[in-house]
């Protein structure tokens, strides 16, 4: 039995029985706009792309879902379902000391994507998922492999906007454990912070004008 439980931009995402396992079927749609030689191959490296940082990432220490099957002829990865709450979803619903201990845990996680050279992309509370007490991260369609400081701000500033208006209550509480969290697990954490604080100035003076 196969189910569709999102459809995005670039890809849709079918849960389904594989091998008698609860697995997501993710697959990157064709773009009628592309050329279809070029669309074929921006498909099939992105594939293959997002599948190796999701090992890396794992290799790190970082909980990611289990990859089951890739094909990047068809632009297909079969991947762990992880059955749990988005981080988004659980934030209101926990006390005060639980709700700094979970993101002291997620800027720890984060820290060590971005030691390993891994820019998620896509940083937010909706693409954690807390299943029981593993703390996983998903959806590394946007990720890809950079030391680059001016793109941990960004990842991290995606964080800070997530929290500021999706979690607005507990911004300053949930930022400071996530720094926290950052800081103990990468060396190099104070550069990345200051230059999350850049993009975000950045950021309101575009607003601004």
């Not at 930022?175 to 990468?186: H, P, Q």
Request: proline share 3%; aromatic share 6%; no cysteine.
């Amino acid at each position: 039995m196969e189910k569709l439980i999102a459809r995005g931009a670039e890809a849709d995402l079918i849960l389904t029985d594989w091998n008698g396992l609860r697995a997501l079927v993710k697959t990157r749609k064709p773009k009628r706009y592309r050329h279809p030689e070029l669309d074929r191959q921006l498909r099939r490296s992105r594939t293959r792309a997002e599948a190796d940082i999701i090992h890396r990432a794992k290799e790190a220490g970082v909980p990611t879902p289990l990859i089951y099957q890739v094909d990047p002829e068809n632009a297909v990865i079969v991947m762990e379902y992880i059955d749990g709450v988005k981080v988004r979803d659980l934030v209101d619903k926990l006390g005060d000391e639980e709700r700094t201990t979970l993101f002291h845990r997620i800027g720890g996680y984060a820290g060590t994507l971005h030691r390993a050279g891994v820019i998620h992309g896509d940083l937010t509370t909706s693409n954690i998922i807390k299943s029981g007490d593993r703390i996983v991260f998903i959806d590394f369609g946007l990720s890809e492999v950079s030391n680059e400081v001016e793109k941990r701000g960004v990842d991290l500033n995606l964080m800070n906007r997530m929290l500021t208006s999706t979690h607005y209550r507990h911004q300053e509480q949930l930022l400071e454990a996530f720094k926290v969290g950052y800081r103990e697990t990468n060396p190099e954490a104070e550069e990345a912070l200051q230059r999350m604080e850049e993009v975000a100035r950045r950021g309101r003076y575009i607003e601004k004008n």
